[in-house]
């Protein structure tokens, strides 16, 4: 009665315990890599990311549910069932006993090898999901370039790889099991041998033979368990280590203690002698880049695919830090001031748009989740969404994302640019954000933009000339340098790069006013 009343207590408390660890590193965990800075992001892969957060949590979990309360109750019975098989008898108890050191090596040679196979099966299923997500996030490239035999020939290979590592991994493991069998019978077989013969010496009575080999078989299942427990601490060993070496990563960019908000009054930026390199990247993306500009002005940024001009963006919004200069805004270096309070003041419409799984409402308002109705509406009127909201049946409330109404490439970007407008924040980079749009409805968004620029900076990157030309300044750039800056006009009369790129996309002869209208 005693014991299946404690063993309920033993497994409901386990369970508990092991669960609740879970819980709190699930949320450390995703709690880190929500600030670990984009360098990191773009060094390791998503999928590698989810592996880690799902199989290494759980073998943790695992431990703490099953191997800990083991190892205490484990510990408890070969001791105290050592200590009244050697104090009944000598002799037998050392022979009964025989088989623990055995046993201990083995499971100590054994762990070493199945840490080091763990760590490696954990890179093939890493390997298994970064394919399967690539897959998943590409179906569309793998239809259209009819490549399913390849894709499948590429899950086939790193299945196999996977299985044929997991083959192994049970073949140390069973070996592991028979021989500990093996010694314990050896054991016995001693235990029965010399104790018939004290028995018939009259040393020992039958009764205490038998209780001798009651205990042994009652000590045997624990000592067995000792493989699971070493394969328990084995595999935790190395999943903890990599959980925790994630955990114990200091994110690059973040507010330095105390670091006060950002103010904006007058609404300046100046970018000074800005240089980047990506880590590990050969060649440098921002090379000495210098310019400013004030609240109510258009900067347009141009330049070949490459040249720079997303980096420039990223390091305004501080997604990295730069190597050499600063970007102050009203005199504040960005890295003084509390990230939050940036990235309220600084907002880059992305090129890819991102659609969660909820209403369009939900979608437009991410970062502003107590925006009205109203403002959303505003916000969609003025990125040239309302219209084709209004004609969706649920309106606001259809749902979009994976599985929701699809959304067309111009559509994404225009629900991007009601997502950073609702925002209203000093700063607003459009980088590649009209790309999809077609020319007509992006000069009534440009339009509706205007209308409330004198609020702020408006920095504008684009391919298509007709998307910045009427900016305030354009600078151009290339190889990580501005290499031209000026009107549309200035720059044209200039008769460089620019004028190149205008004859190119315009043909020789149209008359740049009509087109800066
Ligand atoms: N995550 C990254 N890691 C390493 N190098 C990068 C990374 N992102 C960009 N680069 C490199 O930095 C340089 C500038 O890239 P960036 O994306 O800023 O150019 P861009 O002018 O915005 O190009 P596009 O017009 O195609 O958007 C390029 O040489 C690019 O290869």
Known sequence: MLRGFFTTLQNYFSEYVGHQTAYALR??????????????????????????GMLDLEAVRMFFSTGLIRLILLTLLIGLGGYMLLSTSLTLGLLALSFVPFVAWRSSVTQLRLRGTWLELQDRLSDL?????????????????GAQPYEMEKYHAVSARALTLAHDRVGIRVRNTSAMTFSFLIAMGLVLWVGGGMVRSGEITVGTLTS?????????????QLGMLVNSFARTATCGERLFALLDLEPAISSRTGAPDLKVEQGRLVVEDLTYSYPDAERTSLDGISFEAR???TIGLIGPPGSGKSTLAHLIARYHNPDRGRILIDGQDIRDVSLGSLRRAVVVTQQDSFLFTTSLENNIAYGDPRATREAVRRASDRAELDQFVAGLPDGYETAVGERGVSLSGGQRQRMNIARSLLLDPEILVFDDS???????????IRKAVTATADDRITIIIAHRLSSLMHADRILVMEDGRIVETGTHAALLALGGRYAALHELQFGAGTAPETEAE
């Open 27 to 52: 949320l450390a965990y995703y709690d880190r890599i929500q600030n670990l800075s984009f360098e990191f992001h773009n060094r390791m892969h998503s999928g590698d990311l989810i592996t880690l």
């Open 295 to 297: 609240r109510g002005e």
């Open 434 to 444: 009209t790309a999809a749009i077609d020319a007509g409805t992006e000069a009534r």
């Open 129 to 145: 999901s970064r394919v399967m997500e690539e897959n998943l996030s590409s179906t569309r490239v793998v239809r259209a370039f």
């Open 212 to 224: 001798f080999l009651t205990f042994m078989t009652i000590l045997q299942m624990p000592v067995r």
